[in-house]
Nanobody, 117 residues
Framework: QVQLVESGGGLVQPGGSLRLSCAAS????????VSWYRQPPEKERELVAT??????NYADSVKGRFTISRDSAKKMVYLQMNSLKPDDTAVYYC????????????WGQGTQVTVSS
């Protein structure tokens, strides 16, 4: 019943833009922090951005280029990615983690973003 489903990935040129979406269902969305992670090929997964209760945080590598947003009414989270670089190439994952019940955490299956000329 609990699901996170990412969409919006694809192939883009360096300097281009892309918007990722994550649809949540099956849990009380407002109790959870939502985040985007990414995993480049042959590298470890890294935190990209987090949003909770109106506040946001970003990895230094994407700050100023990426924007995370959240629509609690629609149970959606977005990642707007601008000025994309080849180093942004990765599988991007949506994550939801309960703020107090820390064992409650959900992951999407991921969406591929490839930045290449």
């Amino acid at each position: 019943q609990v699901q996170l489903v990412e969409s919006g990935g694809g192939l883009v040129q360096p300097g281009g833009s892309l918007r990722l979406s994550c649809a949540a269902s099956g849990f009380t969305f407002s109790f959870y922090a939502v985040s985007w992670y990414r995993q480049p090929p042959e590298k470890e997964r890294e935190l990209v951005a987090t949003s909770f209760t109106g506040s946001t945080n970003y990895a230094d590598s994407v700050k100023g280029r990426f924007t995370i947003s959240r629509d609690s009414a629609k149970k959606m989270v977005y990642l707007q990615m601008n000025s994309l670089k080849p180093d942004d190439t990765a599988v991007y994952y949506c994550n939801a983690r309960h703020r107090w019940m820390t064992t409650l955490e959900y992951w999407g299956q991921g969406t591929q973003v490839t930045v290449s000329s």
